[in-house]
Protein backbone atom coordinates (compact mmCIF):
# COMPACT_ATOMS: atom_id res chain seq x y z
CA UNK A 1 0.00 0.00 0.00
CA UNK A 2 1.55 3.40 -0.75
CA UNK A 3 2.20 5.96 2.26
CA UNK A 4 -0.14 8.79 1.30
CA UNK A 5 -2.14 10.03 4.94
CA UNK A 6 -5.63 8.86 3.54
CA UNK A 7 -7.27 7.74 7.17
CA UNK A 8 -8.02 11.44 9.32
CA UNK A 9 -10.08 10.78 12.67
CA UNK A 10 -10.93 12.81 15.54
CA UNK A 11 -12.80 12.72 18.92
CA UNK A 12 -14.67 15.12 21.36
CA UNK A 13 -15.94 13.94 24.50
CA UNK A 14 -18.25 16.51 27.40
CA UNK A 15 -19.83 15.64 30.60
CA UNK A 16 -23.04 17.57 29.23
CA UNK A 17 -25.49 19.62 31.10
CA UNK A 18 -26.96 17.40 33.52
CA UNK A 19 -24.31 15.09 34.96
CA UNK A 20 -21.89 15.62 37.40
CA UNK A 21 -18.96 13.56 36.03
CA UNK A 22 -17.88 12.09 32.31
CA UNK A 23 -18.70 8.18 32.40
CA UNK A 24 -17.70 8.50 28.71
CA UNK A 25 -14.47 7.26 27.44
CA UNK A 26 -12.92 6.55 23.78
CA UNK A 27 -9.91 5.01 22.40
CA UNK A 28 -8.14 7.07 19.27
CA UNK A 29 -5.21 5.18 18.31
CA UNK A 30 -3.15 5.68 21.41
CA UNK A 31 -5.28 8.81 23.35
CA UNK A 32 -7.66 8.24 25.71
CA UNK A 33 -9.48 10.21 28.65
CA UNK A 34 -7.28 9.32 31.15
CA UNK A 35 -8.22 11.39 33.54
CA UNK A 36 -11.94 11.18 32.71
CA UNK A 37 -11.97 14.99 32.04
CA UNK A 38 -15.65 16.81 31.66
CA UNK A 39 -13.86 17.74 28.82
CA UNK A 40 -11.56 15.86 26.21
CA UNK A 41 -10.52 16.05 22.44
CA UNK A 42 -7.84 14.13 20.26
CA UNK A 43 -6.89 13.94 16.59
CA UNK A 44 -5.28 11.69 14.30
CA UNK A 45 -4.12 10.47 10.79
CA UNK A 46 -2.88 7.97 9.77
CA UNK A 47 -0.79 6.47 7.18
CA UNK A 48 -1.98 3.89 4.93
CA UNK A 49 -1.96 0.12 5.82
CA UNK A 50 -1.25 0.67 8.77
CA UNK A 51 -4.19 -0.94 11.75
CA UNK A 52 -5.90 1.76 13.92
CA UNK A 53 -8.55 0.96 16.61
CA UNK A 54 -11.64 3.89 17.21
CA UNK A 55 -13.81 3.24 20.28
CA UNK A 56 -16.35 4.90 22.97
CA UNK A 57 -17.01 3.72 26.06
CA UNK A 58 -20.04 4.70 27.63
CA UNK A 59 -19.34 3.69 32.00
CA UNK A 60 -22.30 2.94 34.08
CA UNK A 61 -22.47 2.63 37.67
CA UNK A 62 -22.72 5.18 41.09
CA UNK A 63 -20.15 7.50 42.50
CA UNK A 64 -17.17 6.88 39.99
CA UNK A 65 -17.76 3.24 38.51
CA UNK A 66 -18.90 3.94 35.84
CA UNK A 67 -15.91 6.13 34.67
CA UNK A 68 -13.42 3.65 36.31
CA UNK A 69 -15.06 0.70 33.94
CA UNK A 70 -15.17 2.89 30.60
CA UNK A 71 -11.13 3.63 31.23
CA UNK A 72 -10.21 0.50 32.16
CA UNK A 73 -11.70 -0.93 29.19
CA UNK A 74 -9.93 1.87 27.31
CA UNK A 75 -6.95 1.30 28.57
CA UNK A 76 -7.32 -2.48 27.66
CA UNK A 77 -7.33 -1.24 23.99
CA UNK A 78 -4.93 1.18 23.97
CA UNK A 79 -2.48 -1.45 25.31
CA UNK A 80 -3.65 -3.90 22.95
CA UNK A 81 -2.46 -1.60 19.71
CA UNK A 82 0.70 0.05 21.49
CA UNK A 83 2.79 -2.00 19.23
CA UNK A 84 2.84 -2.17 15.15
CA UNK A 85 0.73 -4.69 13.22
CA UNK A 86 1.65 -4.39 10.23
CA UNK A 87 2.02 -8.08 9.92
CA UNK A 88 -1.55 -8.66 11.28
CA UNK A 89 -3.69 -9.98 8.85
CA UNK A 90 -7.31 -9.93 9.09
CA UNK A 91 -7.77 -13.46 11.28
CA UNK A 92 -5.11 -12.18 13.50
CA UNK A 93 -6.58 -8.50 14.10
CA UNK A 94 -9.96 -10.29 15.13
CA UNK A 95 -8.26 -12.49 17.57
CA UNK A 96 -6.86 -9.84 19.03
CA UNK A 97 -10.13 -7.36 19.47
CA UNK A 98 -11.88 -10.11 21.22
CA UNK A 99 -8.91 -11.13 23.07
CA UNK A 100 -9.22 -7.77 24.49
CA UNK A 101 -13.12 -7.45 24.95
CA UNK A 102 -12.37 -10.47 27.39
CA UNK A 103 -9.36 -9.16 29.08
CA UNK A 104 -11.41 -5.69 29.57
CA UNK A 105 -14.54 -7.70 30.94
CA UNK A 106 -12.48 -9.95 33.05
CA UNK A 107 -10.63 -6.84 34.69
CA UNK A 108 -14.30 -4.66 34.93
CA UNK A 109 -16.13 -7.97 36.40
CA UNK A 110 -13.43 -8.09 39.11
CA UNK A 111 -13.70 -4.26 40.33
CA UNK A 112 -17.63 -4.74 40.06
CA UNK A 113 -17.55 -7.54 42.38
CA UNK A 114 -16.70 -4.37 45.22
CA UNK A 115 -19.66 -2.09 43.87
CA UNK A 116 -23.04 -2.47 42.98
CA UNK A 117 -22.65 -1.98 39.93
CA UNK A 118 -20.11 -1.51 37.65
CA UNK A 119 -20.04 -1.92 33.67
CA UNK A 120 -19.42 0.34 30.10
CA UNK A 121 -20.18 0.00 26.68
CA UNK A 122 -17.78 -0.73 23.95
CA UNK A 123 -18.12 0.06 20.79
CA UNK A 124 -14.54 -0.30 18.52
CA UNK A 125 -13.65 -0.21 14.97
CA UNK A 126 -10.33 -1.21 13.32
CA UNK A 127 -9.23 -0.51 10.40
CA UNK A 128 -6.21 0.13 7.85
CA UNK A 129 -7.96 2.73 5.90
CA UNK A 130 -8.92 0.22 2.99
CA UNK A 131 -11.18 -2.11 4.94
CA UNK A 132 -12.78 -1.75 8.22
CA UNK A 133 -14.66 -3.91 11.10
CA UNK A 134 -17.04 -2.93 13.86
CA UNK A 135 -17.28 -4.67 17.44
CA UNK A 136 -20.16 -4.07 19.64
CA UNK A 137 -21.25 -4.39 23.12
CA UNK A 138 -23.97 -2.76 24.57
CA UNK A 139 -25.78 0.77 23.32
CA UNK A 140 -23.33 2.77 22.08
CA UNK A 141 -23.39 3.01 17.99
CA UNK A 142 -21.92 3.11 14.99
CA UNK A 143 -23.04 4.70 11.63
CA UNK A 144 -21.82 5.15 8.26
CA UNK A 145 -22.46 7.44 5.80
CA UNK A 146 -21.58 6.96 2.16
CA UNK A 147 -22.52 9.31 -0.54
CA UNK A 148 -26.29 10.40 0.28
CA UNK A 149 -27.02 7.15 2.87
CA UNK A 150 -26.19 7.19 6.66
CA UNK A 151 -26.28 3.62 7.94
CA UNK A 152 -26.77 2.05 11.61
CA UNK A 153 -23.76 -0.31 12.01
CA UNK A 154 -24.82 -1.56 15.18
CA UNK A 155 -28.25 -2.78 17.24
CA UNK A 156 -28.52 -1.96 20.26
CA UNK A 157 -28.18 -4.31 22.89
CA UNK A 158 -30.93 -3.35 25.46
CA UNK A 159 -34.01 -4.72 26.80
CA UNK A 160 -36.17 -2.53 24.54
CA UNK A 161 -34.52 -3.80 21.12
CA UNK A 162 -34.84 -7.57 22.47
CA UNK A 163 -38.30 -6.87 22.76
CA UNK A 164 -38.66 -5.94 19.52
CA UNK A 165 -36.64 -9.02 18.49
CA UNK A 166 -39.25 -10.94 20.02
CA UNK A 167 -42.06 -9.65 19.20
CA UNK A 168 -43.57 -7.70 22.15
CA UNK A 169 -43.13 -4.13 20.70
CA UNK A 170 -43.31 -3.33 16.61
CA UNK A 171 -41.03 -0.44 17.67
CA UNK A 172 -39.09 1.89 19.87
CA UNK A 173 -42.49 3.86 20.37
CA UNK A 174 -44.24 1.54 22.27
CA UNK A 175 -41.08 0.43 24.89
CA UNK A 176 -41.18 1.65 28.05
CA UNK A 177 -38.45 4.53 28.69
CA UNK A 178 -36.72 2.37 30.94
CA UNK A 179 -36.00 -0.04 28.61
CA UNK A 180 -34.39 2.26 25.92
CA UNK A 181 -31.20 1.88 27.79
CA UNK A 182 -31.53 -1.00 30.09
CA UNK A 183 -28.63 -3.43 28.82
CA UNK A 184 -28.92 -6.77 27.90
CA UNK A 185 -24.73 -6.96 27.26
CA UNK A 186 -22.20 -5.06 28.46
CA UNK A 187 -18.61 -4.61 29.60
CA UNK A 188 -18.79 -6.52 33.29
CA UNK A 189 -21.73 -8.58 32.83
CA UNK A 190 -20.56 -12.02 32.40
CA UNK A 191 -18.67 -13.13 34.93
CA UNK A 192 -18.72 -17.03 34.00
CA UNK A 193 -14.97 -17.72 32.75
CA UNK A 194 -14.68 -13.98 31.80
CA UNK A 195 -15.30 -14.33 28.63
CA UNK A 196 -17.14 -12.19 26.14
CA UNK A 197 -17.45 -11.85 22.34
CA UNK A 198 -18.64 -8.70 21.08
CA UNK A 199 -21.32 -8.49 17.90
CA UNK A 200 -19.15 -8.12 14.61
CA UNK A 201 -19.56 -6.72 11.35
CA UNK A 202 -17.76 -8.12 8.34
CA UNK A 203 -15.15 -6.78 7.34
CA UNK A 204 -16.28 -4.06 4.96
CA UNK A 205 -14.06 -1.72 2.21
CA UNK A 206 -13.61 1.76 3.27
CA UNK A 207 -13.96 3.66 0.24
CA UNK A 208 -13.13 7.06 -0.32
CA UNK A 209 -15.29 9.72 1.44
CA UNK A 210 -16.36 7.60 3.61
CA UNK A 211 -17.20 8.92 7.10
CA UNK A 212 -17.85 6.39 9.91
CA UNK A 213 -19.31 8.10 13.65
CA UNK A 214 -18.73 5.92 16.63
CA UNK A 215 -20.97 7.62 19.58
CA UNK A 216 -22.22 7.19 22.90
CA UNK A 217 -26.28 7.50 24.10
CA UNK A 218 -25.58 11.18 24.95
CA UNK A 219 -25.43 12.15 21.52
CA UNK A 220 -28.15 9.92 19.52
CA UNK A 221 -31.04 10.51 22.62
CA UNK A 222 -30.44 14.07 21.73
CA UNK A 223 -30.16 14.54 18.20
CA UNK A 224 -32.12 12.59 15.16
CA UNK A 225 -30.79 10.70 12.45
CA UNK A 226 -31.78 13.53 10.08
CA UNK A 227 -29.63 15.64 12.27
CA UNK A 228 -26.55 13.44 12.16
CA UNK A 229 -26.42 12.94 8.41
CA UNK A 230 -26.88 16.73 7.89
CA UNK A 231 -23.69 17.11 10.71
CA UNK A 232 -22.31 14.10 8.67
CA UNK A 233 -22.17 15.85 5.50
CA UNK A 234 -20.87 18.67 6.37
CA UNK A 235 -17.33 19.61 4.41
CA UNK A 236 -15.28 20.72 7.19
CA UNK A 237 -12.47 18.48 9.09
CA UNK A 238 -13.32 16.03 11.47
CA UNK A 239 -12.53 18.02 14.51
CA UNK A 240 -15.13 20.06 13.74
CA UNK A 241 -17.64 17.98 13.10
CA UNK A 242 -16.97 16.01 16.14
CA UNK A 243 -17.52 19.74 17.82
CA UNK A 244 -20.76 20.21 15.76
CA UNK A 245 -22.32 17.22 17.15
CA UNK A 246 -21.51 17.75 20.98
CA UNK A 247 -23.01 20.98 20.32
CA UNK A 248 -26.44 19.50 18.66
CA UNK A 249 -26.50 17.34 21.73
CA UNK A 250 -25.97 20.61 24.07
CA UNK A 251 -28.26 22.42 22.50
CA UNK A 252 -31.37 19.81 22.43
CA UNK A 253 -30.51 19.25 26.69
CA UNK A 254 -27.36 17.55 27.16
CA UNK A 255 -28.52 14.71 29.51
CA UNK A 256 -25.66 12.83 28.86
CA UNK A 257 -22.64 12.93 29.01
CA UNK A 258 -22.29 13.26 25.16
CA UNK A 259 -18.69 11.61 22.72
CA UNK A 260 -18.56 11.81 19.50
CA UNK A 261 -15.39 10.06 17.37
CA UNK A 262 -15.87 10.48 13.56
CA UNK A 263 -13.42 8.89 10.84
CA UNK A 264 -12.60 10.45 7.42
CA UNK A 265 -11.10 8.13 4.09
CA UNK A 266 -9.60 10.95 1.84
Not at 111 to 119: D, L, P, T
Not at 207 to 229: N, P, Q, T, V
Not at 231 to 251: G, N, P, Y
Amino acid sequence: MGSSKILNAAVFSNVGLVRKNNEDNYILGHCLNDESKDESSSYMCCDDGKWVCCGVFDGMGGADSGEVASLMAAEKFQSAFLEELNDYDEDKVNELVENTFSMANTCVSQISEKRSVCGTTGTVVVTDGERFKVYHVGDSRAYLLRGEELFLLTKDQTVAQMKIDIGVYENLSEAQEKEYHQLTEFIGFEDAGNLLIPLESNWNEMRAGDKILICSDGLYDMCSDGEIFDILKKQIQVEELTKEFVRCALEHGGRDNVTALVLERD
